[in-house]
Each structure stands twice: as C-alpha cells, then as structure tokens.
C-alpha cells in the first residue's frame, strides 16, 4: 500500500497489445516508500528513467546512485532491487521489454527489433545522462496510455516506444562533461566537511562563483533535484549512520545543524519513510 501523496501507474502493455513489450510504470514520490524488494525479470530487460531525485539500486550486490537526469538498464534474469535504501523521493518512469528471438518489437520487423535490442543491451549496468531530453517521449506515452483505447492511441504509442528506445541508445552514447563530475565532486566535498551545521545554497553557488539563482537552475538541471534538497539527503545519511551508535535523536538533530528535534524528524520522516525512532527500533531488532 503507497502513500496517498505518492502517484503510481503501472500498464501492462503485453495485455494492451503492443509486440514485445511488457509494463509501462511511473511514479512521482513526495514520501519515500519502503524498500524495492530484490527481484527479476524473466527473459526481459528494464529501462529504468529518472527525472528527479536520487535512487539507489543494487543489481547483483553492485550499488549504482541514479540521480535526475540520468537512466539505467537492467540486465534479464539478474536479481536487483534497492537493496538496504527505499524507494526515495522522486519521480520515475520504466519499461520493461520482451527477449525473445523470434519476437517482433511494436510494428518493427523480426530483424530490426534484434538489432535494437542487442543496441540496448550494451548500454546495461552503466549509468547514463539524458532523461530530461527523453521526458517528452516518456509523458506522451503515459498520456496516450491514460485515454480512452482508440487507434489513434494505439498508432501513437507504437511511434513514441520505438522514438524512445532510439533516442535512449543515442544519449547513452553521449560522453559526459568532466566539468559537472568535477563540480558535484567539489560540492560533495564541502558538505562532508559543514555537514555539522547548516549549509546555505549561496555557499554552494559561491565555490564555483555562481549566482545563487542561476546555481540552482543549473543543478537542478543536472542532477535533478533542487541543491537544498541534495544538502538534505546527504545529512540524512549521516543521521542513518550515527543512529547505529545507539546516539540518541535530538543529539543528532543539533549535531547536523537542525533547529530543533522535531524539525529533523520531519525531514528524516520524509526521506526515509519513517520516524527515527522507527528506524532506530528496526536497527535493533
């Protein structure tokens, strides 16, 4: 059962009849869920598309962050899920696609849906930039998906599916700019070393002489999430991490640079998708 703030929509696009192709999700998350239980896909491989926020997945004990603005694809038949972490907060969408040898993908032939399914399969295990330039395609198939069932719809979804996977394999081609790795590096660095007390945005922007309104337009661009926000889940993890000496909640609260006990449990509430309490209870069980 989510959260009634949380949005969730799954298709079944097999039961839809659209050739080669399995689920069509997406949710938008303002409370973190509990964690994605380790799974797999039988025979088929997952595109997983992030807008915004940060999510962790574990694909056979290896850890990947995916972070706004970037996607993953997840091998056939390997067990994943978000291992230790929830479902955070976050907006996704996925899809999920047939491997079948003899299969056809959509309206294409036998020959070319191998041919792209074999492009695909060279990008798994990686992360890679360019969700935002795919957001168009990804809404308008969960729009046309959301209508009534007409042909029209059925025509467009076909379209856009095979749009998708051509524009995914193109920006999983792109190289990514040294210069935004260099600058979440240098912002990590400067919030380990403040994390006891509170960070402001200007901070942040001030270490590469940004404004702070452009600063924030930029990172959200790249990374998907506003930079307070990102200051945020940072110190949460840090909470999590203390929580396991047994310190106690409102010393950790001052110690991270919130305000008050109540403030931080609220924040914590939200990221993690229970009180700390909770989840110091559940550490010692």
Same mark, same amino acid.
């Given at each position: 059962?989510?959260?009634?703030?949380?949005?969730?929509?799954?298709?079944?696009?097999?039961?839809?009849?659209?050739?080669?192709?399995?689920?069509?999700?997406?949710?938008?998350? %303002?409370?973190?869920?509990?964690?994605?239980?380790?799974?797999?896909?039988?025979?088929?491989?997952?595109?997983?598309?992030? +807008?915004?926020?940060?999510?962790?997945?574990?694909?056979?004990?290896?850890?990947?962050? +995916?972070?706004?603005?970037?996607?993953?694809?997840?091998?056939? !038949?390997?067990?994943?899920?978000?291992?230790?972490?929830?479902?955070?907060?976050?907006?996704?969408?996925?899809?999920?696609?047939?491997?079948?040898?003899?299969?056809? +993908?959509?309206?294409?032939?036998?020959?070319?849906?191998?041919?792209?399914?074999?492009?695909?399969?060279?990008?798994?295990?990686?992360?890679?930039?360019?969700?935002?330039?795919?957001?168009?395609?990804?809404?308008?198939?969960?729009?046309?998906?959301?209508?009534?069932?007409?042909?029209?719809?059925?025509?467009?979804?076909?379209?856009?599916?095979?749009?998708?996977?051509?524009?995914?394999?193109?920006?999983?081609?792109?190289?990514?700019?040294?210069?935004?790795?260099?600058?979440? %590096?240098?912002?990590?660095?400067?919030?380990?070393?403040?994390?006891?007390?509170?960070?402001?945005?200007?901070?942040?922007?001030?270490?590469?002489?940004?404004?702070?309104?452009?600063?924030?337009?930029?990172?959200?661009? !790249?990374?998907?999430?506003?930079?307070?926000?990102?200051?945020?889940?940072?110190?949460?993890?840090?909470?999590?991490?203390?929580?396991?000496?047994?310190?106690?909640?409102?010393?950790?609260?001052?110690?991270?640079?919130?305000?008050?006990?109540?403030?931080?449990?609220?924040?914590?509430?939200?990221?993690?998708?229970?009180?700390?309490?909770?989840?110091?209870?559940?550490?010692?069980?």
């Amino acid at each position: 059962m989510h959260h009634p703030n949380n949005k969730r929509k799954v298709f079944n696009l097999k039961k839809l009849g659209f050739n080669g192709c399995l689920n069509f999700g997406y949710y938008n998350y %303002h409370i973190a869920e509990p964690n994605l239980e380790i799974h797999r896909h039988k025979d088929s491989i997952e595109m997983c598309y992030y +807008l915004k926020g940060e999510q962790f997945y574990e694909i056979e004990e290896e850890l990947f962050k +995916l972070r706004g603005n970037e996607f993953l694809i997840i091998p056939p !038949n390997i067990p994943h899920g978000s291992g230790n972490y929830p479902e955070d907060i976050g907006e996704l969408f996925w899809l999920q696609l047939e491997l079948c040898e003899n299969g056809r +993908l959509c309206y294409l032939s036998k020959e070319e849906s191998k041919y792209l399914i074999n492009q695909l399969r060279t990008k798994e295990r990686k992360i890679h930039k360019g969700t935002f330039a795919l957001k168009p395609i990804l809404a308008k198939i969960l729009k046309h998906l959301e209508n009534k069932e007409e042909a029209i719809n059925t025509i467009s979804i076909n379209n856009l599916i095979i749009q998708l996977l051509l524009e995914t394999i193109t920006e999983s081609n792109r190289t990514p700019t040294k210069d935004q790795t260099h600058k979440l %590096h240098g912002i990590d660095e400067f919030i380990k070393e403040n994390i006891y007390r509170q960070i402001y945005v200007d901070e942040l922007a001030d270490l590469f002489s940004l404004s702070t309104a452009y600063f924030k337009i930029w990172f959200k661009q !790249n990374f998907g999430i506003p930079p307070n926000t990102y200051v945020s889940r940072i110190k949460i993890q840090r909470a999590k991490e203390l929580m396991k000496t047994n310190c106690q909640v409102t010393k950790i609260a001052f110690e991270l640079g919130y305000n008050s006990s109540q403030y931080f449990s609220t924040v914590f509430k939200k990221h993690v998708g229970e009180s700390p309490k909770s989840y110091m209870k559940s550490l010692n069980k």
